[in-house]
């Protein structure tokens, strides 16, 4: 039995083979479809889904690059056989090389979190190639330093759909938590900074919601070094020699910074490290910019030449994370974390 979960934004997916979530006493009424903008579509299109055609059985089409249901279980040309519905629910069963299974999407996202808590329903990620590295992200504490500076509000920087940095920012980090949202029970370090920083720890899916309706870029300048020294510190407070690596993940589009030197500071705490790759700092650029590309990549390349006891920063620039997604790059940076670890053991 697999579990199939496909996640966006305001719909969840959970597939299970046997239907172990609580059915509700609504009678379910089959969709009916409409022309090619149709009920069904919609729920789907907001998993990152497309079905192809207009009357079911229909196939899926095409699963968007970078969505929640790219790392789900969901496969192109899986075929939705028929679709039923209740006032929070819609149940697919879906064909998939002959062997039958039943997706129930949840539509109501309050309804479903009272739905897992109630039941503690265990997470799994069906036959994802994902599966393996995902569960990986649980070995290492996981930090994300968001720029909400003002600049992240431009929309015309290379951005897919020509949208902010700061709404594609946005949209990568809430597929990311509801991707890793069964497999992080504590979540994720969330830092916002600007000329300032706020800290919020172990943000769930739930509470990231919540810091997004409330906060909006501002402020002319930024400071991305103190923020970055202040969860150095945080690691060098808690941390044992049996302590989970750290990876660290910086998202900006590098303009202007206004504090300390990343160069002075970054070789400054790589001195206090005991081994390699025991914090790992990634720098995943958002926006085009060449005053950008030439800071990161010199912390990428040189900064052991210029004094860093170990090598401790990778980048990427936008041209690969926009295609890959921040997913994709995490996995590659806890993956090399324990690696290391695993090495020096």
């Not at 690059?65 to 819609?90: H, I």
Request: glycine share 6%.
């Amino acid at each position: 039995m697999i579990m199939l979960r496909i996640i966006s934004t305001l719909f969840f997916i959970l597939a299970l083979a046997n239907l172990s979530l609580p059915v509700s006493s609504a009678k379910p009424a089959r969709i009916k479809l409409y022309g090619e903008i149709d009920e069904l579509s919609y729920v789907c299109s907001g998993a990152g889904i497309k079905l192809q055609g207009k009357n079911l059985p229909a196939k899926i089409g095409k699963i968007s690059p970078g969505s929640a249901a790219a790392y789900s279980g969901a496969r192109e040309g899986d075929k939705v056989l028929n679709a039923q519905v209740t006032d929070n629910t819609v149940v697919l069963t879906i064909d998939r090389k002959g062997k039958i299974y039943q997706a129930e999407i949840a539509t109501n996202v309050k309804g479903l979190k009272t739905q897992f808590e109630r039941r503690k329903i265990p997470f799994t990620f069906g036959d994802s190639p994902f599966d393996e590295q995902l569960k990986t992200l649980s070995e290492c504490h996981i930090v994300i330093l968001l720029d909400r500076s003002l600049s992240m509000a431009d929309s015309h920087a290379g951005v897919p759909g020509d949208i902010s940095k700061w709404m594609w920012c946005k949209q990568q980090i809430d597929n990311l938590f509801l991707a890793t949202d069964r497999v992080l029970d504590n979540g994720f370090d969330l830092v916002l900074f600007n000329n300032t920083y706020q800290t919020r720890n172990r943000v769930t899916l739930w509470d990231l919601r919540s810091i997004f309706d409330h906060i909006q870029p501002e402020g002319t300048r930024k400071n991305i070094s103190a923020p970055l020294q202040e969860v150095f510190h945080e690691y060098f407070r808690i941390s044992k020699k049996d302590s989970k690596p750290w990876v660290i993940l910086v998202l900006t589009d590098g303009i202007e910074n206004a504090g300390q030197p990343l160069q002075e500071v970054l070789i400054e705490e790589s001195k206090k490290l005991n081994k390699p790759k025991e914090v790992i700092v990634t720098f995943l650029q958002v926006g085009e910019s060449i005053i950008a590309e030439e800071l990161f990549d010199d912390l990428d390349h040189n900064l052991v030449a210029k004094g860093a006891r170990h090598h401790l920063v990778n980048y990427k620039p936008f041209s690969e994370v926009r295609n890959k997604g921040i997913l994709w790059e995490l996995l590659n940076s806890v993956s090399e974390s324990l690696q290391a670890k695993a090495k020096a053991q």
